[in-house]
């Protein structure tokens, strides 16, 4: 939202300067994003007289100007055909940034054509003030030396852009910030109610409700004998401000109202509509309409349209029809004053993409009372600018009831609060913000119809410490036993998931932030949104439900990298899944994809494969804290690729899956190429045990040399080679200290269905060197440990 600070001034009476008055907002809770002052800007430029304009000695286009200055005389050659002896013009001194021009003058006077020049004459052009470069600019009025070039220039108007929090559509307009500023002890409020304006005989236009549950209320005028045109200055001065572009007076004074009280309007040309206007349901294709952004749109049954017996006109509370507009040869217009319900309002929005400063105003709630105030502030305008003759207000319908009066315990206040107000300085608070205050043991708050948002106690209170000053509130500091050291309030999760998150980085991967919601298309492909988690009001149609998995938006991310250029990008992401609404339905995880892509090397192209993206998953599971003693399976789910992916098991539960990703999933979210991925569920580690801390050396070696044996085994090919390294190790707990696959080979000499597997056992002797004969009965454990998962040995 923004306006200028003269605007504000208009409703509220305040001394403070502009940056007083943009603390004093943000205190009051209205967070200002952008305060643009274009006087700020011109600082450096005054008002100076040229007193004498000779031409150049040395060139035909040029002059030499003797100027009065703010720095007293100063000789300055200009090229501007226009200047001359007697005009006002701008002075730029030395050292000045020229904002058109985008340089600085130098800080030393300049020789052109060997005549020194102390500064510049400036355009309004070079000030970026203006269209205007033909020449210098040439002031009109009795301007002093010295004064701002930005006041001259009707420049010296500051824009404030602040943030509007939803619940609060009344800071929509200028006079509900004025309002609420000076309830804040701000200023005083000047501008109250807007006196109703006579009319001469009845409205002749009538207005029907065919659907008032979507616009329950309907306010309009007629105004004969207009003279449409331009907008006065001041006007046109504050559309343009706050980005709007003029149009003519009576489009400019709906802006206006819509911008001044938070009250959206709308102008018919009278010659163009017929005697009957109504609010009803759209009816397809018999009521397309070109709108004003120049769009043909067909109104569905759900989409409140206003149309006369003839045609549709426009959209209700979203856009108006093109036909009815106002021209320059507009002479008697129908001005209307509605309300329209918020939901259906952001449906027809939404459906047809039409995002106008009606809709964001109607979508957020505007004040269902102030139909009569908008009628009467345009009609005043239009009178006053345009002339003409009005006709009586005819209202249609009533308004939406106000909510109901609210109950205030006001001794919960000071508990809710800690602050001490007097009773006076509550009700104070209260009706200096609209509402009406009955006191008693409890007392009863009415509400204003512009407060939909207030419907408890709690949001009385939250207002009346917003009002006294956030920086009110006591601060008390929790106590502190003497002589303890507090750790960190991280808990154990916290920790896991900030040492993942440095584990995955360290493995080349750059951290995505990505929605916890996506499309219900895409949630099928893992495994389908769990129970009660689709979003009854999603914010995009695309995100409709919460995502079972981390994975949705990390694979569309690589491949949007891909399309912008970015092949081998690699992406993770820490973050929760949603598989039920339940308590513990939620799962913190840890995530991460890149896609197979070959890098070039001057010692050959290796693409990354199932085994990379393990040795990233190893890592990050080992910054968590998961124990060793992971086990490495087939099983993963439908969503990975069978043969080149897995899972990593502690008991029966899953802690991790890894590999590729099923080209069926890859095709349906428009991926291109292979992709590598893993999600680990950080919530599925245990905790580390305890244990007692004790001394050792600081490099354990064991004392006796280990004893290394390679065996070679037959086994079936879908026997999984990590059932036979757990049985290797098995087979002398402990003696054997690892065991490795350091071969795999399938072909000539071994059997059909069959591979044969190289495996290297560690045998570490604990307190004397093994004989041979131990080391072969250790041999024979093993073997027939091999034998028992399913293979044998070669011969």
């Known amino acids: 939202m923004k306006f200028t600070l003269s605007w504000l001034r208009q409703h509220l009476e305040t001394d403070l300067t502009l940056d007083q008055l943009g603390e004093a907002m943000t205190m009051a809770g209205l967070e200002i994003e952008h305060i643009d002052n274009p006087a700020a800007k011109l600082a450096a430029f005054t008002i100076a007289h040229v007193k004498d304009a000779q031409p150049h000695p040395d060139a035909d286009r040029l002059r030499v100007c003797t100027v009065e200055t703010v720095d007293g005389a100063k000789q300055i050659v200009c090229?501007?055909?226009?200047?001359?002896?007697?005009?006002?013009?701008?002075?730029?001194?030395?050292?000045?940034?020229?904002?058109?021009l985008d340089f600085t003058l130098d800080k030393k006077p300049r020789k052109i054509r060997g005549v020194e020049s102390f500064g510049m004459l400036a355009s309004t052009k070079e000030l970026d003030a203006g269209e205007d470069h033909d020449g210098i600019a040439d002031l009109h009025g009795d301007w002093p030396v010295g004064a701002p070039a930005a006041e001259a220039l009707g420049l010296n108007d500051p824009v404030i852009d602040f943030e509007v929090t939803p619940n609060r559509p009344d800071w929509l307009g200028v006079y509900g910030i004025a309002r609420d500023l000076a309830a804040a002890g701000v200023g005083a409020l000047k501008t109250g109610a807007i006196k109703p304006v006579g009319g001469e005989g009845?409205?002749?236009?009538?207005?029907?409700?065919?659907?008032?549950?979507?616009?329950?209320?309907?306010?309009?005028?007629?105004?004969?004998?207009?003279?449409?045109?331009?907008?006065?200055?001041?006007?046109?001065?504050?559309?343009?401000?706050?980005?709007?572009?003029?149009?003519?007076?009576?489009?400019?004074?709906?802006?206006?109202?819509?911008?001044d009280r938070a009250r959206p309007l709308h102008v018919y040309d009278l010659a163009k509509i017929g005697p009957v206007i109504r609010a009803r349901k759209g009816a397809g294709e018999a009521d397309s309409f070109e709108a004003l952004d120049g769009k043909v749109y067909q109104p569905a049954a759900h989409h409140c349209v206003i149309a006369d017996d003839a045609r549709c006109l426009g959209f209700g509370g979203v856009m108006g029809g093109a036909y009815s507009g106002c021209t320059e040869e507009t002479v008697d217009v129908f001005i209307e004053s509605a309300w329209f319900d918020p939901g259906l309002t952001r449906i027809t929005a939404r459906e047809t993409g039409i995002d106008s400063d009606a809709k964001y105003r109607f979508e957020r709630g505007v004040d269902p009372e102030s139909v009569r105030d908008g009628v009467e502030l345009a009609?005043?305008?239009?009178?006053?600018?345009?002339?003409?003759?009005?006709?009586?207000?005819?209202?249609?319908?009533?308004?939406?009831?106000?909510?109901?009066?609210?109950?205030?315990?006001?001794?919960?206040?000071?508990?809710?609060?800690?602050?001490?107000?007097?009773?006076?300085?509550?009700?104070?608070?209260?009706?200096?913000?609209?509402?009406?205050?009955?006191?008693?043991?409890?007392?009863t708050v009415g509400v204003p119809s512009w407060r939909r948002d207030a419907t408890q106690a709690a949001d009385l209170i939250e207002e009346i410490a917003r009002i006294a000053g956030y920086g009110n509130l006591p601060t008390t500091p929790f106590g502190r036993p003497a002589?303890?050291?507090?750790?960190?309030?991280?808990?154990?999760?916290?920790?896991?998931?900030r040492a993942a998150r440095r584990a995955a980085?360290?493995?080349?991967?750059?951290?995505?932030?990505?929605?916890?919601?996506?499309?219900?298309?895409?949630?099928?492909?893992?495994?389908?949104?769990?129970?009660?988690?689709?979003?009854?009001?999603?914010?995009?149609?695309?995100?409709?439900?919460?995502?079972?998995?981390?994975?949705?938006?990390?694979?569309?991310?690589?491949q949007r990298s891909a399309d912008r250029g970015v092949e081998d990008a690699r992406y993770f992401e820490a973050g929760p899944i949603y598989l039920s609404d339940a308590p513990d339905g939620q799962r913190t995880v840890i995530a991460a994809a890149r896609r197979v892509i070959a890098g070039r090397d001057w010692r050959g192209a290796q693409a990354p494969d199932v085994f990379d993206i393990k040795a990233d998953l190893d890592a990050v599971l080992a910054a968590a804290g998961a124990p060793a003693a992971l086990q490495v399976a087939a099983g993963a789910r439908d969503w990975w690729h069978p043969g080149r992916s897995g899972v990593m098991r502690l008991g029966k539960a899953v802690v991790a899956e890894f590999g590729e990703i099923h080209p069926r999933i890859l095709k349906a979210l428009h991926i291109d190429g292979r992709v590598l991925a893993f999600e680990a569920v950080l919530d599925a580690i245990p905790a580390a045990k305890k244990k007692a801390l004790k001394a050792r050396?600081?490099?354990?070696?064991?004392?006796?040399?280990?004893?290394?044996?390679?065996?070679?085994?037959?086994?079936?090919?879908?026997?999984?080679?990590?059932?036979?390294?757990?049985?290797?190790?098995g087979a002398d707990k402990q003696l054997i200290v690892d065991a490795s696959l350091f071969d795999v080979y399938a072909g000539q000499g071994v059997p059909d269905g069959q591979v044969s597997l190289a495996v290297e056992a560690v045998i570490q002797p604990r307190e004397k060197t093994l004989t041979d004969k131990e080391i072969e009965q250790i041999s024979a454990k093993v073997i027939a440990a091999a034998e028992k998962a399913g293979a044998q040995l070669r011969s």
């Open 202 to 259: 009845e409205c002749p236009v009538t207005i029907e409700l065919d659907w008032p549950e979507a616009c329950p209320v309907f306010a309009g005028r007629v105004i004969r004998g207009v003279k449409n045109g331009p907008s006065p200055d001041w006007l046109q001065q504050r559309l343009i401000a706050i980005g709007l572009r003029p149009i003519n007076l009576l489009v400019d004074v709906t802006n206006y109202v819509s911008y």
């Open 379 to 443: 009609t005043r305008l239009i009178l006053e600018h345009a002339g003409g003759t009005p006709t009586e207000l005819t209202v249609a319908g009533e308004s939406p009831g106000r909510n109901a009066d609210i109950s205030l315990d006001v001794g919960r206040i000071g508990r809710l609060l800690g602050l001490t107000l007097s009773e006076d300085r509550i009700e104070e608070i209260l009706t200096a913000l609209g509402f009406t205050v009955t006191r008693g043991e409890t007392w």
């Open 483 to 497: 002589g303890e050291r507090f750790e960190a309030p991280a808990t154990t999760l916290q920790n896991r998931v």
């Open 79 to 100: 090229g501007a055909p226009n200047a001359r002896a007697g005009m006002t013009a701008i002075y730029a001194p030395l050292g000045a940034y020229i904002p058109g």
């Open 697 to 729: 050396p600081a490099l354990d070696l064991p004392e006796l040399t280990p004893v290394r044996r390679d065996f070679a085994f037959l086994a079936p090919d879908d026997l999984p080679a990590a059932s036979l390294l757990k049985a290797v190790r």
């Open 505 to 558: 980085a360290l493995a080349g991967y750059d951290e995505a932030v990505s929605w916890s919601f996506c499309h219900h298309g895409e949630a099928a492909l893992f495994g389908g949104h769990g129970a009660g988690l689709k979003i009854a009001n999603p914010i995009s149609s695309e995100l409709d439900v919460m995502r079972p998995s981390a994975l949705v938006h990390l694979l569309k991310s690589v």
